[in-house]
């Protein structure tokens, strides 16, 4: 494996009322040469309707990764950092089993190429010892990699939380979500 300069310190967080709906981190992600063009991170209207709310959806990374376990072609890997990458794309069939999977909605079936595809921290970046894409452009800081300590004193009223449970599933992440201080499970019913 070549060497990396993956610094296990650093953490990605996101901030759901931070973001402002700007598609910043879309178009950035787009950039990407290891996406070919594609965002991997959608920005998603909470309920448009009734609210110009936004929301970003991002791969949380999961310590028991779904999406790798359900896979019968073995085409997604977690690496020692915790990395969850996209479908290897020799091994993948396109059978959308990890879309399917995943309890926070996050991989896509990319219909032309019959590849799944997700965030995958921009591992190129991030191995490098550089940050993201979306968290370099991000205007609210919505977006936020760097360490547990930095968004702590930058946020003193939230809580970085990387623990949901779903139902009777508890899902532990490598993403933290941000949630008010004393948070630390998101319960989803």
């Not at 759901?16 to 910043?24: K, L, T, V, Y």
């Not at 072609?73 to 999977?101: K, P």
């Not at 894409?133 to 003193?156: D, F, N």
Request: with cysteine.
């Amino acid at each position: 494996m070549p060497e990396t300069n993956y610094d296990q310190e650093m953490a990605f967080f996101v901030d759901m009322q931070r973001c402002i709906g700007c598609h910043a981190c879309e178009m950035a992600c787009a950039e990407c040469e290891t996406n070919g063009q594609e965002s991997m991170i959608h920005v998603n209207y909470v309920d448009r309707e009734k609210s110009p709310q936004t929301t970003v959806q991002v791969c949380m990374h999961c310590e028991d990764p779904t999406c790798a376990n359900v896979c019968p072609a073995d085409a997604i890997h977690q690496d020692e950092f915790g990395v969850v990458h996209s479908a290897n794309t020799s091994r993948c069939i396109g059978c959308s089993n990890c879309v399917l999977a995943c309890p926070f909605g996050v991989p896509k079936k990319m219909e032309e190429a019959e590849l799944m595809m997700k965030c995958n921290m921009c591992y190129d970046r991030t191995s490098a010892g550089k940050k993201p894409m979306c968290a370099t452009v991000c205007p609210s800081q919505a977006l936020y990699y760097g360490t547990r300590e930095e968004i702590e004193r930058m946020r003193p009223d939230s809580e970085p939380v990387n623990s949901f449970l779903f139902g009777q599933q508890e899902v532990n992440t490598k993403v933290n979500i941000m949630m008010p201080k004393g948070t630390h499970q998101l319960i989803i019913p």
